[in-house]
């Protein structure tokens, strides 16, 4: 298995710096122009990336650049990282509301409502806020509404991960699983999401490649149509094979309160908001996008190259656009996704960041729009 070398606690962030596996071998990746950042009427710079669209039986239908790249999931892997603490009925057990389950596949902005919901699931659950190994970082919602950043010190309850690390403390509260622990590769949560990883992904976890994450935690990468089928799944209808409803229950949660996924200003909120429930989406850092479409039955993926996630409003408006998945009202709502404005200091506009990917459709391609009509 490509496991990282780890010290006995991942949470023992004064250990030595940890050796990883090399990624597989492999040629430099065919990806494409995805957006092009214009001053003026010049072009100033250009994101490549790669995007793929795929059915809930791993098809590809859809693709630009290079559908394959093994891609981080970051934390577009959340609703993943839920899935066995919802399978094994936590979220009943410790009465968890809709809004804390959304929160559980969030990258939130430290707001008031975000902080109390975390603090609420880790008081349900018999834990408390010095049980989250998260790490601190200023709560993002002063910045995304353009107001001072006050000084540290933070909480651990404002970092953008609390809710899945108050998911995962659960989860050990849950099935009595020691807690000090509970971010170590080999600990038992760990190695659950792992199989749930390996399952909506369609990977052998011998395949999937590790990392940490942000917050500390396991994160792996998989070839970016495989988080796309991840997607197509997490937003499917019907009840999984091996996780019954529990895909159902996080898609249904993140689609009602996408507020707390993400926060004010923020994309998936308004991604979400304007799929109007048919849309489940989690972005992830270094430009990474997931998003399943429930009426289609597909999931799509993006991966900018450069990790600039600039360049993914205007790629998923088009994407959206392509597949004919965009209605009147969503159009609508996305409108000034299409040619987002370059601003400088002074909030004069200098250019504006417009699409260039161009999906090319495979021989398994179907409509998705008309799949998502039926």
């Not at 989860?171 to 009595?176: A, F, K, Q, T």
């Amino acid at each position: 298995m490509t496991a990282p070398v780890l010290p006995a606690h991942m949470s023992d962030l004064s250990a030595p710096t940890a050796t990883f596996p090399k990624a597989p071998a492999a040629s430099a990746p065919r990806h494409a122009p995805l957006a092009a950042v214009l001053r003026g009427d010049a072009v100033d710079s250009v994101h490549v990336g790669s995007v793929a669209v795929v059915d809930r039986e791993g098809r590809l239908l859809y693709a630009a650049g290079d559908p394959g790249f093994l891609t981080m999931t970051r934390s577009s892997l959340k609703p993943f990282q839920a899935m066995p603490f919802a399978a094994a009925d936590g979220i009943r057990r410790f009465d968890f509301s809709p809004p804390q389950v959304a929160l559980l596949c969030a990258s939130h902005s430290g707001e008031p409502r975000h902080v109390a919901a975390a603090a609420s699931m880790l008081a349900k659950a018999g834990n408390a806020v010095a049980d989250l190994q998260c790490g601190t970082h200023p709560p993002r919602f002063h910045e995304v509404r353009g107001e001072p950043t006050p000084p540290p010190p933070y909480s651990p309850l404002e970092n953008n991960c609390s809710g899945k690390h108050s998911g995962m403390l659960a989860y050990c509260s849950l099935c009595e699983l020691p807690k000090s622990s509970y971010l170590a590769y080999d600990h038992p949560l760990q190695q659950a999401i792992r199989g749930a990883v390996a399952h909506f992904t369609s990977t052998p976890e011998d395949e999937l490649v590790s990392g940490i994450d942000g917050c500390s935690a396991p994160n792996y990468a998989v070839p970016l149509d495989r988080l796309a089928l991840a997607f197509a799944r997490l937003a499917a209808r019907q009840d999984d094979a091996v996780y019954g409803r529990a895909p159902q229950v996080l898609a249904d949660a993140m689609t009602a309160h996408p507020e707390m996924v993400s926060g004010e200003l923020r994309s998936d909120l308004e991604l979400m908001r304007a799929g109007r429930g048919d849309w489940v989406a989690k972005i992830g850092a270094e430009g990474v996008q997931g998003i399943g479409i429930r009426g289609a039955g597909v999931g799509i993926a993006i991966k900018v190259s450069d990790g600039n996630k600039r360049a993914l409003r205007p790629v998923i408006a088009s994407v959206l656009e392509q597949l004919r998945l965009l209605d009147a009202p969503a159009r609508e709502s996305l409108a000034h996704w299409f040619e987002p404005l370059v601003h400088n200091y002074r909030g004069i506009v200098t250019g504006r960041i417009l699409s260039r990917v161009v999906l090319d459709k495979m021989p398994t391609a179907t409509d998705a729009s008309s799949a998502a009509r039926q």
